[in-house]
Structure formats: C-alpha cells, structure tokens
C-alpha cells in the first residue's frame, strides 16, 4: 500500500490504510485465546418493553422469541467482523441513524482468537479487532417494531408463532484463518493439533455443513492489489485467485449441491483504479487459473446484471451509492459465474454486492488533509442494505426457538454455579458442593447479566423446556 505522504496527487490509497480509529475494544486473554466483547441497550425501550427478571410477572407474562441466524464467512480483513460489531458501536456518530432505521432495545457482540497459552502471535495485524477465529453478534428487537421494518422495505418472510413478543437477529462469523484452518481439517486432521481446537474445528465444520444458505465477504484489496509499475491501477493476482478458486472449491464439496451464497465485496478501489485495460489483463489471468485447476473453456464475460436493479426501496435508501455498477464488482459477479460453470462450484450464487459498511466522518477533514484524514464512521444506509439483502435472500442459516441460546447460559451457569459452590467449601472447610441448579439459581445469574441477547424472562421461561429437551 502507498503512503499517504508520499503518494502522488494522481494516485490513490486505500483509505482504511490511513485509519487513524483509536482502539475502543479491550481485549481479554483467556486460557484459549483472545476474547473482545461490546454491549449495548437502549435504556427507555428495554425498560419499558422487557419485564425485569425479578418482576411477579417474569414467569406469567408470555416473552415468546424467535431467532433468526445468519452465517457468515470469508477472507481475511474482509469487513465481516465491522458488520457485526456495527449493532453495539454506540460510541460511533453515525450509531443513532442506524437506530433509527432499527429501533434495537440492545445488542451483543463477542470476537473470539484462539490461541495456545505458549503462543507468542499477536492477536490481530490490524486494528480494531482481534483476527477472528469465531465472533458472534445480536441484536434484539419488539416483534411490532421488526414488522414495521419488514413492511418499510418490502420484504416477506415466513410467519413467526402468534406468542412471539420478541425478535433476536444472529450473526456467526466463521474468520478467514478459521475457515483455512477447517479446510485442512476436513481433508487430513494434523498431528500437532490439540483436542481443544479439533472439538472447535469439528463443531465449525457441523455449522457450515448444516446451513441453509451463507453469506461470504471477499477483500478486493488483496485479491486486486496495485499494479507495482502502475500503482493507480489494480489487476487480478493470480495467487490470491487461486486461494480463491480453493475455499470455493472446498465449500461446493462441504456444501450440499444448490446451497445459495451470498458474496459481498469490500475494501472497493476507486472505480477509475479498474479501467478496461485492468479488466481484460484480470479476465486472461482467471481464464488461465481456472484452465490449469479445472480444464474450464474460454468462456467470454458478459454484461447481463441481475443484481443491478434492485426496486424503488435499495435505490431510496442508498441513492447514487449503491456501487452494484462498480466495475470490480461487476467483474466478481462474472467470474463467480465462470467459475460456477468451469463444474467447481456446485453451489448457487445469490448475488455479488459491495460492503461499504464504514465512511469518512463528514465533520473531519477531507481525506488528503494532515489531521485525522483517515477516521472511518459507520454508514447505516450501506450497513442497513447488507441487513435488507440477506432477508430478501432468503439467506437465514436457521430460524428457530431461543433454546439453543438458553442452553449456552444454563452451561455458564451451571460452571458459575460450581465454581462458588466449590470456593464457598474451600473457605470454610467444610463439605458443601451441589452438583444441581434450579430455576432460582439461574433467576440469581440472570439477575447479573449487564446485558443479554434474549430477555432474561424469556430464558427464565424457558428453563424447564430447555431442561427437559437436554436430558432427553
């Protein structure tokens, strides 16, 4: 990537290079990894729409919530872990707006590194995040409110249980290290592997075989690097295709045949940086990769753009910015295309969209100034098109009852539970340990969350059914 300072007027860099974004997000160390959490609640609404845990009413008052799960994975530094920490950037100028598109009563987010205790590798190799083997992220909304943002942007979903009082959105992000590291797994388990990252890898690769539908994030800045003597101009490389060509390979085996994928394109050059000269030169490169891997034919490129014309609600949330014409992403669509019909991809290509999910704060200087040039907000209209995209896709990993959620607090529980049990014996020398919990042992850990995905009445209601259904 060029310097900022010493890059000509006439070239460009890429603007996250020059981010001057402080670190917001502390990060944990743990026995496994590295661990960053944020949370978020919106104190007038959670108060006055979620029953307190202690309320008379916590176990009376029905709290019925659906869940709805989207996955999401891809290439390193690719933006998917910015989309998902998008919902709890409270600290962000622009977080209001995008409450005001989603009227959230609060959010989640967890973005998991494993690492060994020995390991000396750094978390990350970019800020803000840690690379991400695993993240996680939620929001929670009223069912009222989430109907009126179906109804706002046109879209159609499947009818949620008549007892539903509340909607939690899920994202599963599985990083791009994470994803290599699956590969490998799946085609020949390593020796030097431990039992603690072969469980996670095994239970990774029950996720993805298991989904529905995936949404895949692709880094144009390493796929389509500058050109070393022609840096205003990117082209495709030829290494990184392959690694490409590879992971979608892999995923059209792992994936059962017609599974939909949804592509998003982030870190986009300035449309000027791919004029036709860089288009043709890409085009010949993926035609010689995809000849030597698999024995594909020329198969010439077309212009025929479904993913254009999105309807009257994309064109009035996203304007003149929607960048489906940009010709990088263009070029993906095309390639994904003749890359499906070269017989190595058996999986259904949804669309192909770009992720601007961040911007220039309009109230710092214009990029190209020498203070804060770089600082990159949030851009709720984008952020809002991914969210609208995956609904109109049909892209849900899984919809369902909250127990999966509830299990994975009873766990937490049952540990914590233990855990002071146990130091209660050591401090008074005595004999005390329970190896049992009850609905009023999780009402106390309940009670004790700073903020949770669900409504704690929803996971206290939902005690004995989760119960049942995990010792059956």
């Given at each position: 990537l060029l310097s900022p300072m010493d890059a000509p007027s006439e070239r460009w860099t890429y603007p996250w290079a020059r981010s001057s974004k402080v670190e917001t997000l502390p990060i944990t160390r743990t026995p496994y990894g590295y661990v960053q959490r944020a949370l978020y609640q919106q104190p007038d609404l959670h108060h006055e729409t979620v029953l307190e845990v202690d309320s008379p009413f916590a176990t009376v008052v029905a709290q019925g919530?659906?869940?709805?799960?989207?996955?999401?994975?891809?290439?390193?530094?690719?933006?998917?872990?910015?989309?998902?920490?998008?919902?709890?950037?409270?600290?962000?100028?622009?977080?209001?707006?995008?409450?005001?598109?989603?009227?959230?009563?609060?959010?989640?987010?967890?973005?998991?590194?494993?690492?060994?205790?020995?390991?000396?590798?750094?978390?990350?190799?970019?800020?803000?995040?840690?690379?991400?083997?695993?993240?996680?992220?939620?929001?929670?909304?009223?069912?009222?409110?989430?109907?009126?943002?179906?109804?706002?942007?046109?879209?159609?979903?499947?009818?949620?249980?008549?007892?539903?009082?509340?909607?939690?959105?899920?994202?599963?992000?599985?990083?791009?290290?994470?994803?290599?590291?699956?590969?490998?797994?799946?085609?020949?388990?390593?020796?030097?592997?431990?039992?603690?990252?072969?469980?996670?890898?095994?239970?990774?690769?029950?996720?993805?075989?298991?989904?529905?539908?995936?949404?895949?994030?692709?880094?144009?800045?390493?796929?389509?690097?500058?050109?070393?003597?022609?840096?205003?101009?990117?082209?495709?490389?030829?290494?990184?295709?392959?690694?490409?060509?590879?992971?979608?390979?892999?995923?059209?085996?792992?994936?059962?045949?017609?599974?939909?994928?949804?592509?998003?394109?982030?870190?986009?050059?300035?449309p000027s940086a791919f004029p036709d000269r860089s288009r043709t030169e890409s085009w010949t490169t993926a035609q010689r990769i995809m000849k030597v891997h698999f024995q594909a034919t020329d198969n010439d490129d077309d212009d025929d753009d479904d993913d254009d014309d999105e309807g009257p609600v994309m064109a009035e949330l996203l304007g003149t910015e929607g960048g489906s014409r940009h010709p990088l992403v263009t070029f993906i669509r095309q390639l994904m295309r003749a890359i499906h019909s070269a017989g190595c991809w058996a999986v259904h290509t949804v669309g192909v969209f770009p992720a601007e999910h961040l911007t220039h704060n309009p109230w710092l200087p214009h990029p190209g100034s020498t203070t804060e040039e770089g600082e990159l907000v949030l851009h709720p209209p984008a952020i809002m098109a991914t969210l609208i995209r995956l609904f109109r896709g049909k892209m849900l990993h899984a919809c369902r009852?909250?127990?999966?959620?509830?299990?994975?607090?009873?766990?937490?529980?049952?540990?914590?539970?233990?855990?002071?049990?146990?130091?209660?014996?050591?401090?008074?020398?005595?004999?005390?340990f329970d190896y049992w919990m009850d609905a009023e042992d999780f009402r106390r850990y309940l009670n004790g969350l700073e903020v949770c995905e669900l409504p704690e009445t929803t996971l206290l209601q939902r005690f004995g059914h989760t119960v049942h259904a995990m010792t059956d």
């Open positions: 919530t659906q869940v709805f799960t989207f996955l999401v994975l891809g290439d390193q530094n690719a933006g998917k872990t910015t989309f998902l920490h998008a919902f709890t950037n409270s600290s962000d100028p622009n977080f209001l707006r995008l409450t005001s598109y989603l009227p959230m009563l609060s959010s989640t987010f967890v973005n998991t590194r494993f690492l060994q205790p020995e390991s000396t590798m750094p978390p990350r190799d970019e800020l803000p995040f840690v690379d991400t083997d695993l993240g996680q992220s939620s929001f929670l909304m009223g069912v009222d409110d989430f109907n009126f943002f179906l109804h706002e942007f046109d879209l159609t979903i499947e009818p949620v249980p008549e007892d539903t009082v509340f909607i939690v959105v899920q994202f599963i992000e599985l990083g791009g290290d994470h994803l290599d590291a699956m590969m490998g797994f799946a085609d020949n388990t390593p020796s030097g592997v431990d039992r603690e990252t072969r469980d996670v890898l095994k239970r990774s690769l029950a996720l993805l075989q298991g989904a529905r539908r995936t949404v895949f994030f692709l880094n144009a800045s390493t796929l389509f690097p500058p050109v070393p003597t022609d840096p205003g101009r990117v082209c495709l490389d030829a290494v990184q295709l392959q690694r490409l060509v590879a992971r979608v390979a892999w995923l059209g085996y792992t994936l059962p045949d017609g599974h939909g994928c949804l592509f998003y394109v982030s870190r986009l050059p300035p009852d909250p127990d999966m959620l509830v299990a994975r607090h009873l766990v937490v529980c049952f540990r914590d539970t233990q855990a002071r049990l146990h130091d209660t014996e050591l401090a008074e020398g005595g004999t005390l």
